[in-house]
């Protein structure tokens, strides 16, 4: 199941819930508590973003996962933006980030989210 939460117009986060999620028959409430925590490990990678050196522009699309202690657990470039600096960028922005951990009613475990950031140059 794919859960998209907001981020601003150019980012999206999609969650598939992970392996660990207990499905608690609220599926609509456990989805909103996706996006919402979705929403903010996107604002919080955001304000890690950096340009990098020597400039460069493009939009790379991520795919992170993040435990529900806001440990992240991986970060993988799944589309790159074709410019090597940029995509590194991208993935030290995520590392830097402090993730916010998940709300107290999602399963333990860790959950997976897929968005693009785009730098600007």
Excluded: C
């Excluded at 117009?9 to 919402?36: M, V, W």
């Excluded at 522009?57 to 795919?63: C, I, N, Q």
Aim: zero cysteines.
């Amino acid at each position: 199941m794919q859960e998209q939460a907001a981020g601003n117009s150019r980012q999206q986060a999609k969650g598939d819930g992970g392996a660990d999620a207990a499905n608690t028959g609220d599926s609509k409430r456990t989805a909103s508590l996706k996006n919402r925590w979705g929403a903010a490990i996107i604002s919080r990678i955001e304000r890690q973003k950096r340009q990098p050196r020597g400039g460069g522009k493009g939009t790379v699309r991520l795919h992170l996962t993040v435990s529900t202690q806001g440990h992240l657990m991986a970060v993988t470039v799944s589309q790159s933006s074709g410019n090597a600096k940029v995509d590194q960028a991208a993935v030290a922005a995520v590392k830097s980030a402090r993730m916010p951990r998940a709300p107290k009613a999602l399963a333990p475990g860790g959950y997976s989210f897929t968005f693009r950031t785009t730098f600007t140059g």
